[in-house]
C-alpha cells in the first residue's frame, strides 16, 4: 500500500478509532463482573437474619472487589439481592426473579424451611447453591449444585443429646422447638439420638410460628419432671422470649440449645436470662483462626457491632470467599465447573473453620458446646460428626 | 387433682388473663374504631408496635435509630408521658391521612389505607431501628416473685390490674361524660349525632387518638414480656380481630369478654390439648361461635349492622 496522505490519514484513523473505541471494549469484557445471587430474608419476622446474611456478604465482596485482581483478571464481584422475606412462597418468588438475572451461583437463605420450599426450582438450575440451613433434609432433596457451609444437624442434634445425657447425667430429656422445618427436623433427630441411648424425650413441646406466649409448653415441661432440655429453635426474638418465660416460670434444669440459642443477638437481649445456658455453636470467639480474627475486626469496623457468626455473617462470608477461591483458581466462573470444584474442596480454612466436602455436599463436620455466661460464651467441648 | 396440678392451672390461669388482657385492649381499639366509622382498622397492630419502639428509644442505654447509635435514656415516667403525648399526635394524624380524605368513598378505600398505614410502618420501623429485637424493662424493675409453689410474673399482674383500671374508666367515660356520651352517639349514628350538634369529625379524631392510646398501653404493657419488633404487633391484633368477633364485633364487652376469653382457652389448650395448636385453638373457636351465633357473643343482630 501506498503511504500517502490519504491512506496514512485513513490508518491513523483507524488507529485512533480502535484505540479509543476497541481497547476499553478489551478491558471491559476482562473486568465484567461476577454476578452473584442472594436472597436473605430482608422483611418479615426473620429480618435479623437476612440483615446479617446481607452484612456478610457486602463485606466479603467488598474485601475480594478491594484487593489487585478483585476476583481474577479484573473481574468483581457484583451482588444480585431478592427479599425472601418470612414466607416460603416469597421465598420462591425471589427466587425465580432472581434467576432471571443472570447470576453464576446463589447464596440462600439460612431459613431450612425456605430452602426445602425452593428445591424444586434450585434442582432445574445447575448452579452452585451455598446454603446455611442446619436441617439435615436440606442435602437430600436432590439439588445438584447445593453445599452447606455449616455444620448438618445430624451432628449438632447428636452433640447436644450426648452432652445432654453424658455430661449433664439427664436422665429424663425434654425437647422444646419451634414448629417449621428447622425446628421440627431438629427435634426429630435429637429424638432418634435419644433412642439410640435407648432413651425416649419425657416431653415434645412444638410451638406455633410467631407465637408470643409459651407458658403451656415450658409447663407441660415443667410437669414431666424433665432434668434437661432440649431446645430448637431459630428465630432469636423468640429465643429471648423464651429464655425469659423459663426462668420466670422457675424452670432450673439445664437448657442446651441449637446455634440460635447463642446467636449474638439472644445473648445481648436476653441477659442475665440467658446465663448458664449450653448451645451446640458453630463458632466460639476467641478459639479461632487467623480468618476468623481478621472477619471479627473487619466487621466489627465496617457495622459498629459484633456478628452473629454462626447463624448470621460468617457462614455467607465463607460462602463468597470460597467460591471467589475457585473463581481465580479455575479462572473461570462456568457452573458446572464450579461445582465440580466445590465437591472437590478438602481442609479450606473459613471462618467456621476447617471445610471439606463430603458426598452430601455438607462442609462442616464439628461444633462445639459452649456456654453462655454474662453476654459471653465459653467454650465447654468440641463434637465431631 | 394433686396440688401440682392446681399450681399448674392457677399459672396457666394468670398467663392466659395477662396475654387475654391485651387482646381485650387491642380488640377494644379494633372495635371503637369500627363503632364510630364502620371500618376494621388493620393498622391496629402497628398502633402497638410504634408507641413501642418510641419508648425502647429512650428507654435503653443505647439504641441504634437510622444506623446511629443513641444515648437518649430518660427516666421511665418521662418516656412515658412522651410516648403518649406522641401517640396522640400520630392518632390525630392517621386519622388526617388514613382515614379524613377517604371518609366520603365507603368503607372499602379505608380499610386499604389502613392496611397501607400497617405496611408502611413496619417498613418504616424495620428502616429507622434495623431488625434487632429491643428489649426494654417492666415498670417494677423486679424478677419473678413466687407464692408458695406459684410463680408470678409481676408484668402479669401489671397487665391485669392496667387492664381492668381502663375497662372501669372507659365505663365512666362512656356512660357518665359528655364526651363519652358524643362518642356513643356517634358510634350509633353519625348523622343524627350530627343533626344533635355533635361535631361528629371531632369526635371520630378523638375516638383515633383513643384507639391509639389503648394500642399504647397495650405495647408498653407487652414490650417488656415479648421484646420489641416490628412484628409484634401482627400477632396480637390478629388474635384481637377474632377476640373482637367473638365477642360480637362492636361490642365494647364483647370484645374484653372476647380477648380475656381467646387468651385464657388458648394457653389452657395450648397445656391439654397441644401447643402446636395454639393458634388453631383460638380460629376454631371463632369459627364455633360464628356457627352458633354469627353476630358474636354479645354482639348485635347482623341485620342491624347491614
New interface residues.
Partial sequence: MKLDRKNFLAATGAAATTAVVGFPAIVGAAAEPIRLGTVPCL???N??L??QEHEGIALAVEEINARAGKVFDGRPFEVVEEDATNDNQSAVAALNKLLGENVVAVVCPVLSTQIQAMAPVMKTHEIPWMTGGTAVKNMQLGVPGAFRLRASDAITAAGMTNFAVKDKKAKKVAILHA?DAFGTGGADQVVLDLQKLGMTPVAN????K????????I??I??SGADAMLLYIQN??DT??IL?QI????LTIPLVGSPSLTNQ?VME???KDANGAYGAVDFIVGFNSNVATHFLTAFYNKY??LPDVGTGSGWVYDAVYMLADIYKKQKSTDPKQTIASLHTVKNWEGVLGTFTADSEGNMVHSVSIGQIEDGKLHLVKKVSG | MSQFDLVANLQLLVSGLAIGSIYALVALGFVLIYNAVGVVNFAQGEFVMFPSYIAATFLLPAVTVFGTVVHWQLPVIAVYLLVIVLMVGFGLLFNRIAYYPLRDRGWLPVVISTIGVSIFLRNAAQLTWGSEPLVIPGLFNMDTFAIGPLHVRPQDLVIIVVTALLIAFQYLLFERTTLGKQMRATAQDRATARLIGVRVGRIVAITFVYSALLGTISGLLVAPLFTVTKEMGALIALKAFAASIVGGFGSIPGAIIGGLAIGVIETFGGFYISSAYTDAIAFVILIAVLLIKPSGLFGERVAEKA
Fill in positions: 422483611t418479615g419476622s429480618a435479623l437476612g440483615q414448629s413441646e412444638q410451638y406455633p410467631d407465637a408470643k406466649d409459651y407458658t403451656a409448653e409447663l407441660k415443667k410437669q432469636p426474638s429471648t422470649i425469659k426462668r420466670s416460670l422457675g443477638t437481649t436476653a441477659g459498629h457491632h
